[in-house]
């Protein structure tokens, strides 16, 4: 391991967003093919049957400027689409639209949270709109084309070298994923592919002047993949080096299963590509007042709220819990507007630490002012942690209020203080208790908890477990 010690790995990725138009970029036809057919979500222009020419599609622009705001980036004033030549066989025009010279989204910014609670800055070289290629399907001795995908409007997401761990991968992916959900460009599925990550990774000594040479690992389609791609390659990279080999400038596959890259083609420069301007396509131009009233409609990204939650105390897991689900985070904003910070925590406690919390979303979700009564409920003692969490659960389906909910299942505390004397008294004169009494008043405090506890046992945890703990305490 000391080998790798001594060398630094440095990663620049670039990611394929999908955005969630109705039709492509520059076609009629759906741009959701996830169920469908093979080549059914195809027209004329996708076919590029002579005489067809596109039209840009006005929303895939709209969706560009609000993937923006979320990059913390500027936007041109003036973009305009080229044409990429390459041989891509699922691409029957012969050359990709896209944007290669005047990109719409300029550089920018963005703030990535690590797992050991830095930040790192991760710089935006640009991102262009283009459209998606469509698949092949290799069999033995043959190809099959799906043109479903051809055509599909994209933004390609241009980091600079910036990240030097695969953890600090992993956290840039997930962002940039979270990021361009929250900001309603795109669904952000990553099992079909409406986001892919192309992470180039390159090694060098530590201290050295200048970068190594950079392969490309293509088409990554998860979080974990990213990191463990970056890993192995980091270590496959330093292993060609010091054999004294070198590393040659390639685009390289993930093979999940092996858990290892794979060479696929060598790594075409720009000029390989032959880009020139697409004349078909007017430029887009855009004011300031376009841009300011697009980004004026995004919401609240990820970083408002750990903004807004930064007070709270919460552990970095309940956050993280809490922003992978737009509209829990959204509504956990809504109770905060409700309540006071140890309510709120409550409230987020529940969301992040329920196993079930996915199938429930798919039943509906809480109202802000259900949440917050149920969490002062809590904090007056009127139920139990143990109640509330089954209230909370219990909110999802059906249509009562939480005191509703706790009277139908018998799960509201009593504070009655007669009532509750009974039980402890009950509870000391019962041998059993006798040598927690015995702990407690040799100064063994923790010992209370056993007493409060038959207390709640003998009350059918009606008993307010304070009310119950004061007593004992007066009581000894």
Same mark, same amino acid.
């Not at 973009?79 to 029957?92: A, E, T, V």
């Not at 007042?289 to 919401?299: L, S």
């Not at 509906?364 to 659960?393: D, H, N, R, Y």
């Given at each position: ?341 140890? +309510? &709120?925590? %409550?409230?987020?406690?529940?969301? $992040? =630490? ?5 199938? @429930?979303?798919?039943?509906? *979700? ?87 506890? +038959? &207390?709640? %046992?003998?009350?059918?945890?009606? $008993? =307010? ?5 004061? @007593?004992?305490?007066?009581? *000894?």
């Amino acid at each position: 391991m000391a080998k790798y010690d001594d060398y630094e790995m440095t990663i620049g990725i670039e990611c394929h967003v999908q955005l969630k138009t109705a039709t492509k970029l520059f076609s009629s036809a759906n741009n959701d093919a996830r169920e469908a057919e093979p080549n059914s979500c195809v027209s004329a222009v996708d076919y590029g049957l002579p005489g067809m020419l596109p039209v840009l599609n006005k929303e895939a622009v709209h969706l560009a400027v609000r993937a923006a705001k979320a990059l913390g980036a500027d936007v041109a004033r003036e973009s305009s689409f080229d044409r990429k030549h390459y041989f891509y066989p699922d691409l029957p025009k012969g050359y990709q639209t896209t944007q290669m010279y005047q990109p719409i989204i300029l550089s920018g910014t963005i703030e990535v949270p690590l797992d050991n609670g830095e930040v790192a800055p991760v710089r935006i070289h640009h991102a262009h709109l283009e459209e998606d290629a469509g698949k092949l399907t290799h069999e033995s001795g043959y190809s099959l084309v799906d043109l479903n995908r051809a055509g599909t409007p994209l933004i390609e997401i241009v980091s600079e070298p910036d990240i030097h761990s695969a953890e600090a991968a992993r956290a840039y992916a997930t962002e940039l994923q979270r990021r361009m959900v929250y900001a309603g460009v795109t669904y952000g599925d990553l099992y079909h592919g409406n986001m892919r990550f192309d992470v180039n990774i390159s090694v060098a000594k530590k201290g050295a002047s200048e970068l190594g040479v950079r392969t490309e690992i293509k088409n990554l389609n998860s979080f974990r993949s990213v990191e463990r791609a970056a890993e192995y390659e980091f270590k496959r990279q330093i292993d060609a080096l010091e054999a004294g080999e070198k590393v040659r400038q390639e685009t390289r596959g993930w093979d999940d299963t092996k858990q290892a890259t794979f060479s696929q083609r060598s790594k075409e420069d720009a000029q390989d590509y032959r880009y020139m301007p697409d004349a078909d396509i007017p430029p887009v131009r855009l004011s300031d007042e376009e841009i300011a009233a697009i980004w004026a409609e995004v919401p609240e990204l990820p970083a408002d709220y750990r903004k807004a939650w930064s007070g709270l105390g919460l552990d970095r897991s309940v956050v993280d819990s809490l922003l992978a689900h737009q509209q829990v985070a959204q509504r956990v904003r809504e109770v905060q507007q409700l309540l006071d910070a140890d +309510q &709120v925590v %409550k409230v987020a406690y529940w969301f $992040a =630490n329920n196993d079930q919390l996915a199938e @429930l979303l798919e039943r509906g *979700l809480p109202t802000a002012e259900s949440l917050a009564e149920l969490a002062a409920m809590t904090m007056q003692g009127a139920v139990s942690s143990g109640g509330a969490k089954e209230i909370f659960a219990a909110l999802f389906t059906e249509e009562l209020s939480p005191k509703e909910i706790a009277q139908a299942r018998g799960l509201l505390q009593s504070s009655d203080t007669d009532f509750i004397a009974e039980v402890v008294e009950a509870v000391l004169a019962d041998p059993a208790s006798q040598r927690s009494i015995e702990d407690i008043k040799n100064g063994k405090d923790k010992a209370i908890g056993y007493l409060v506890g +038959q &207390v709640m %046992k003998r009350s059918q945890g009606k $008993a =307010n477990p304070a009310i119950a703990q004061k @007593l004992i305490r007066e009581r *000894l």
